[in-house]
């Protein structure tokens, strides 16, 4: 069970968490994950370039605000006063490393990749920390565990991976046991530590990574993600309010909206669960009576659920622009679209749709790209026109590999709207076209009210929980 930020952000929040895991540990035994609390990671690099850049007091006074969090978050969750005082020394305990760590890069005057690691720790220890003692106080069986004693990675701060074997053996060793005894592990997402002992963080996503690693090394029945959205949805709800919760999609569809711009989980980080076939819950702690959404792809869970819907969801990427090259020396040429290529390579700009022709290519990026260097290569190449503030939209499916008339139905919703580029992904389970920013409201309502306005009781989808 891996809760993010939002879902322990506040006391309340937190107690919410608390009874849903305990909910839980009356079927299974279950690990807890948990993220630093809501902007307490923001708050701790904050602290780590103000101490980088010889700003004492300014990182100080924000460590001072990590400190009152959570001490707040003890005195609204531990009735127990020794137990409170107990934690709080705790607390202060880290504190207290923090601005050492906080003189130490002040008085060297240089933040290193390591010492900025070590600063983005202290909001998973401190949030894992107080909810065991919470959970402790609630009467059960709680064992706080420092992760960085099991994930052991290599030196690659902010983005480091784990050594597998090593930490599924520490996994077996460790965590495993505690479990098969009836205690409830809380520990860390996002950090590890190298073999000598130094702190490491997994980079964007960390938790979720932490959390797929351990249920597959355990193994797991089941991962469950716990945030603050019903599951996944049909579309962006800020775009189309009665956008729905689908029950249940493939790894595939998953992985596919995550990188067309959709708030999915991000496929690299579930892909230890993808591996072992393990299904992955993305749940709502706001509303834990919603069902959320179920990643797998278990046929029978599949069949089950009634997974048919040709359409799974529609995803956005606002913030684009369309860059069409045109040169008659592609026309025959092998190796053209090599040399075109090159040219993003070697700026480093990430190319998102393309589609091309014998003599043109158009292609979209994003806007905050730096792109000066990159179009005036290209134009040494052929011409070059650019059209800003548009949008990509994809419709998502497994089933479109073989649907007839699915082109159809998507152009057709889109008979009032201008669109600049179509692109079909190589994996056929997405059509992809782009349209200007301002037709993106419209063109998306139309496409939703397409593909899921019929579809009024149906257990691959669910309307949200009102939340008041």
Request: aromatic share 6%.
């Amino acid at each position: 069970m891996k809760f993010g930020g939002t879902s322990i952000g506040t006391a309340s929040a937190m107690k919410r968490a608390m009874q849903i895991v305990g909910r839980e540990k009356e079927k299974n035994i279950p690990l807890v994950v948990l993220s630093a609390c809501s902007g307490i990671t923001n708050r701790l690099i904050q602290i780590a370039e103000a101490a980088g850049d010889s700003r004492l007091d300014e990182a100080m006074r924000l460590s001072g605000e990590v400190r009152e969090h959570h001490l707040e978050l003890v005195e609204e969750l531990i009735n127990d006063a020794s137990l409170r005082q107990s934690l709080k020394e705790k607390v202060d305990a880290y504190i207290g490393e923090l601005d050492m760590l906080i003189q130490g890069v002040d008085i060297v005057g240089e933040l290193t990749a390591r010492s900025f690691d070590t600063f983005c720790s202290f909001g998973e220890l401190l949030s894992t920390t107080v909810f065991s003692d919470a959970m402790r106080e609630a009467g059960y069986d709680t064992v706080w565990k420092d992760i960085r004693e099991v994930m052991i990675t290599d030196d690659n701060f902010s983005a480091a991976r784990p050594f597998e074997d090593l930490c599924e053996k520490n996994v077996q060793n460790s965590l495993r046991p505690l479990l098969e005894q009836g205690s409830i592990v809380v520990t860390q997402g996002f950090i590890g530590s190298t073999r000598d002992g130094k702190t490491t963080t997994m980079g964007r996503g960390g938790s979720d990574y932490t959390a797929a690693l351990l249920g597959a090394w355990l193994p797991s029945d089941e991962i469950q993600i716990w945030t603050d959205v019903d599951g996944v949805m049909t579309c962006d709800p800020r775009i189309v309010p009665d956008a729905r919760s689908i029950r249940v999609m493939t790894f595939t569809e998953a992985a596919e909206l995550s990188y067309l711009g959709a708030k999915v989980l991000h496929p690299d980080t579930i892909a230890p669960a993808v591996k072992q076939n393990i299904p992955v819950y993305v749940l709502n702690s706001l509303c834990p009576e919603s069902k959320g959404t179920v990643i797998t792809n278990n046929p029978e869970t599949l069949e089950g659920m009634s997974y048919g819907g040709l359409v799974k969801s529609i995803a956005v990427k606002k913030g684009q622009c369309i860059i069409n090259f045109r040169s008659n020396r592609m026309l025959g040429r092998h190796g053209f679209m090599a040399d075109i290529f090159g040219v993003f390579a070697r700026a480093g700009v990430s190319v998102e749709m393309v589609s091309t022709s014998e003599v043109s290519v158009s292609l979209t990026v994003s806007e905050s790209a730096s792109l000066e260097q990159l179009l005036d290569d290209l134009r040494k190449m052929g011409e070059v026109e650019i059209e800003p503030d548009v949008a990509t939209i994809s419709v998502v499916g497994d089933n479109l590999r073989t649907a007839k008339g699915m082109a159809g139905r998507i152009f057709s919703a889109m008979k009032d709207v201008n669109i600049r580029m179509i692109s079909q992904g190589a994996s056929e389970i997405n059509v992809g076209f782009v349209v200007e920013g301002e037709d993106v409201f419209r063109a998306v309502q139309h496409l939703h009210h397409e593909f899921f306005s019929d579809i009024e009781s149906s257990c691959i989808f669910e309307t949200p929980v009102n939340k008041k």
